[in-house]
């Protein structure tokens, strides 16, 4: 259990970190795009922006059902 919390913390929640600053980077970049691709990047980034906010929220509770 120890090993698996450590991992979660050490391993994933910099990965969202650093994921959380890149698609804020992405963003800004997708407004520079001309409008036809822009419409289809900015679906994706907005997918990605998704899953990035669900993970941060599971998180927590798979550590905490670990540390149990």
């Known amino acids: 259990r120890n ?5 979660l913390r050490d391993q994933i929640v910099p990965h969202l970190d650093t994921g959380q600053a890149r698609l804020e980077k ?3 970049m997708v407004k520079l795009l001309p409008s036809n ?3 289809q ?4 980034v907005k997918m ?3 899953w ?5 929220r599971f ?3 798979v550590v ?4 149990k």
Request: aromatic share 4%.
């Open 59 to 61: 998180l927590p509770l």
């Open 26 to 28: 992405i963003t800004q």
């Open 52 to 56: 990035e906010r669900n993970s941060r």
């Open 37 to 39: 691709e822009r419409t």
């Open 3 to 7: 090993l698996a919390t450590r991992f």
């Open 64 to 67: 905490r059902m670990l540390g």
């Open 41 to 44: 990047v900015s679906g994706r």
């Open 48 to 50: 990605l922006q998704s």
